[in-house]
């Protein structure tokens, strides 16, 4: 069976830092590119971050371009994403998502296999 966990999330100060991780079991991960995408109450689920099987390309929403990290480790089935300078515009359910068989991340979430429960990201101002 096939599981994502999201952890790390929660209440931080405009400006302020947060690293979330998803576990992954149930599959081999250097078959899977990974992404995180995030939701706000009342809009479509919007991509923020994706990385290659191995890490070695990374791709960025516009809006988080420059401030978050995506990075992964393979051998611990863990894919990271560091949040910096946040801003209340950050606020959302962040998820996590399994895409393959496939090298390259996809910014379309219906391109994605399997998805975690999310953790709540609140940033106040």
């Known amino acids: 069976q096939v599981k994502l966990v999201e952890s790390g999330g929660g209440l931080v100060q405009a400006g302020g830092s947060l690293r979330l991780s998803c576990l992954v079991s149930?599959?081999?991960?250097?078959?899977?590119?990974m992404a995180w995408f995030r939701q706000a109450p009342g809009k479509e689920r919007e991509f923020v971050a994706g990385?290659?099987?191995?890490?070695?390309?990374?791709d960025y929403g516009d809006s988080v371009k420059g401030r978050f990290s995506i990075s992964r480790d393979n051998a611990e089935s863990t894919v990271y994403l560091q949040m910096n300078s946040l801003k209340p515009e950050d606020t959302a359910v962040y998820l996590c998502?399994?895409?393959?068989?496939?090298?390259?991340?996809?910014?379309?979430?219906?391109?994605?296999?399997?998805w975690g429960q999310g953790t709540q990201v609140i940033v106040s101002s």
């Open positions: 998502g399994a895409r393959g068989p496939a090298r390259d991340w996809s910014r379309e979430v219906n391109d994605y296999n399997y």
């Open positions: 990385i290659s099987i191995l890490g070695e390309r990374t």
């Open positions: 149930g599959l081999t991960p250097r078959y899977y590119a």
